[in-house]
């Protein structure tokens, strides 16, 4: 399966400021997704990135918030923009590799 | 959208014992997956269901991919301490994306 990087592992931000997440597989894949996870919850996907093209966003996350970057097949960012504590969760990437989908091993953000 | 209910939300066992998990949907699922994620880490893999009725081991991890298409189970046995974390299901519909359970909250006595 894939192996996935993902940087930074955790970062503290100061309110209004903005945040960039780095995502590096070692293959190359179609599709990458991103998720949010909120303390103590469950995983929910942001947006699906594609090569190419503009990302796909989930119902409740927009493009203005949250813009990603998808410059090749094995490489995506996502920018958590004009930060609020409310952002303050973990972010992942996931791509789909093998039986099933890989995930990095997240960053976990705190805005104060 | 799709959503799946998870239960029990958490569970303390005893080392030893074994462990039943379920995940039911509302809508119909095309694959089932397990995860355990570990404090600090992404999701990790355990199982995946592709059909109807599989029913997979892994280890002591057996986990079935229920015959309505809409519910799914992980039972791990004889648990021990390195079992403890929370473990999400995962299924996806018509589209390549997975929706995630509430999960379920293990921890292990000795």
């Known amino acids: 399966s894939a192996v996935i990087s993902q940087k930074p592992s955790r970062d503290i931000c100061q309110r209004g400021t903005s945040l960039t997440i780095q995502c590096q597989v070692d293959?190359?894949?179609?599709?990458m997704f991103w998720y949010r996870q909120q303390p103590g919850q469950s995983l929910t996907l942001i947006a699906t990135a594609n090569q190419g093209s503009e990302a796909t966003y989930e119902s409740g996350f927009v493009i203005d918030k949250f813009p990603i970057s998808r410059p090749n097949l094995t490489f995506s960012t996502l920018t958590v923009s004009n930060m609020s504590p409310e952002d303050s969760s973990i972010y992942l990437c996931s791509v789909e590799s093998g039986r099933g989908y890989t995930f990095g091993s997240g960053t976990r953000l705190t805005v104060v | 959208g799709q959503q799946l209910n998870q239960s029990p939300q958490s569970m303390f066992i005893q080392e030893g014992e074994d462990v039943s998990m379920n995940c039911t949907s509302s809508s119909i699922f095309n694959t089932w997956l397990w995860y355990k994620q570990d404090p600090g880490e992404g999701p990790v893999l355990l199982i995946a269901l592709y059909k109807a009725g599989e029913l997979t081991s892994n280890g002591r991890l057996t986990a079935q991919f229920g015959i309505t298409r809409k519910d799914s189970f992980l039972n791990i046995s004889a648990s021990i301490p390195s079992d403890v974390g929370i473990y999400f299901c995962a299924g996806t519909g018509t589209a390549s994306k997975l929706t995630f359970g509430t999960g379920t909250r293990l921890q292990v006595t000795l």
């Open positions: 293959s190359q894949v179609t599709m």
